[in-house]
């Protein structure tokens, strides 16, 4: 009895493992797969708050790649971002990128919008033009700190 209750316990055990290890491997070749079908370009910012490894860049609300690298330019301190552009998607070289929310809470993303030059951005050039992420808890401080002065003046 104590045998088949073993050998149960490794049989299950064995199993649990290599389901563990077939996903995986496919969540790292499906990760390898999206990195590799593009090309990558960047962009720097003042402040990249909100955007991860993984968040979207769309033009036009269109999702056309992803945030591949996220890093700190050690001399401007600039967020130095890395995107992953899809191949098909040709970006004019004098395009800007503004870091923009979902709605008020919602997730923020890379937004492109593209210029009118005829010649288009390749492999490791960068986006010159960019806006950082507004920062709405400092805007509102802002806010309510200069209603409080200017009420205290009166």
Known sequence: MNKIHNFFDFLVGTIVLVVAITFLVISF???????DN???ILAKFDNA???NIGS????SGVKIGT???QNLDSDSFQAVLKFNIYNHIKIPSDSSAKIVSEGLLGSKYIAITPGGNDEFLKEGQEI???????????????????G???NEKK
């Open 29 to 35: 070749k499906s990760s390898k797969i999206s990195s």
């Open 38 to 40: 593009g090309y990558k």
């Open 49 to 51: 708050d909100g955007i």
């Open 56 to 59: 979207d860049i769309k033009i």
């Open 67 to 69: 945030i591949a690298e």
């Open 128 to 146: 010159n033009f960019t806006q950082s992420s507004i920062n709405f808890e400092e805007l509102l401080g802002k806010f309510i700190f200069n």
């Open 148 to 150: 409080k002065d200017n």
